[in-house]
């Protein structure tokens, strides 16, 4: 019997916004897919770059939505950010938390002092800890920047610079640092969110995972995060990156397995390359009935119904060569099968 990837991994690291819910509403198969990765034996840890609520918050929301979590489930990148300004700084040192109330609670938590930016001594800070907040404004970001120039150490919770929204994507935290970054005139000290490893590394340290699955959304931030820690990784098609995304996956990029949404736990692995994965043959890349190659630059792809197997050997097809082929048609092309198999 083939070994699911809920078996194969003991800790499955999954990203929230496009993985687990997008807004308010839950993603459909998530619950399913998270119950069902559980009752194969997966402990859950959910890692998220949104640093603007707190881990009970966070828990409360998944709760709500029919998903198991207690605060300790939840990893934010606020923590990974306090984590790292609170090895650099003196205990006690004042930070400018900008972001929601997840930022200036993490910024408590390890033992520093969360100050407002209403606070009129706001600029006189050892540290900024830059974090995603809905209620943000230009005086917040008029009170890091002049922070920043000061000389306070500036960490950004997260790089991302867009957040995903039932309509479409919405600004991230990455657009409002930029704005602070041209008043500034300078880059962040660092950056706890993936895809860069600290938040990846104190998920994997707080859940002692021995061989965990990053799953998530976005291949220039989970996937590429994955890529950077050396852990493995699932691209799910349910927020951001999509199949077209996949198919031109730059190195280091490049997730481990794909698949549709969450209920990818429990179903025969879906590997990109590798054993299990498509295999070379003279026609090209070839899975089962599944095959896609190279002609004059284009992506081609023949899949019958298996619009999955069709993406692997797509992948595998075009991330063999260089300079990577064109992948609209193909990708155009496997969306339309997946749409008629899975309206």
Known sequence: MTE??????????LDLDGVVYIGDHAVPGAAEGLEAAQAAGMRLAFVTNNAGRSPETVAEHLTSLGIAASAEDVVTSAQAGAELLAARIDPGSRVLAIGGPGVA???????????D????????????L????RNVAWTDLSAAALAVQ?????????????????????????SLARAVESAAGRAPDDVAGKPYPALMQT?????????????????????????RTGVASLLVLTGISGIADAL???????????????????APPTATGGAGGPQPDESGWRLGAARAWVEEGELRVECGENWLAGLQCGCA???????????????AQLERVRRTVVP
Not at 203 to 223: F, H, N, Q
Not at 248 to 266: I, K, W
């Open 130 to 133: 830059q974090g995603f907040g």
């Open 203 to 227: 998920s994997i340290e707080r859940t002692k995972a021995r061989d965990p699955l990053v799953v998530g959304d976005r291949l220039d931030t989970d996937i590429a995060g994955a890529c």
């Open 317 to 331: 097809a075009s991330w063999a060569g260089e300079p990577s082929p064109r992948v609209a048609a193909a990708a």
């Open 150 to 174: 000061r000389g306070a150490i500036w960490v950004l919770t997260n790089p991302d610079l867009t957040l995903p929204l039932p309509d479409g994507p919405a600004p991230g935290n990455g």
């Open 248 to 266: 031109s996956a730059r190195a280091g990029e490049r997730p481990d397995y794909v698949g549709l949404d969450l209920t990818a736990l429990t």
């Open 105 to 115: 609670l993490a910024i408590e938590r390890s033992g520093l002092t969360s100050v």
């Open 4 to 13: 699911v990837l809920a078996r194969r991994h003991d800790v499955a690291l």
């Open 117 to 128: 930016p209403d606070d009129a001594s706001s600029i006189d800070v050892a540290a900024v």
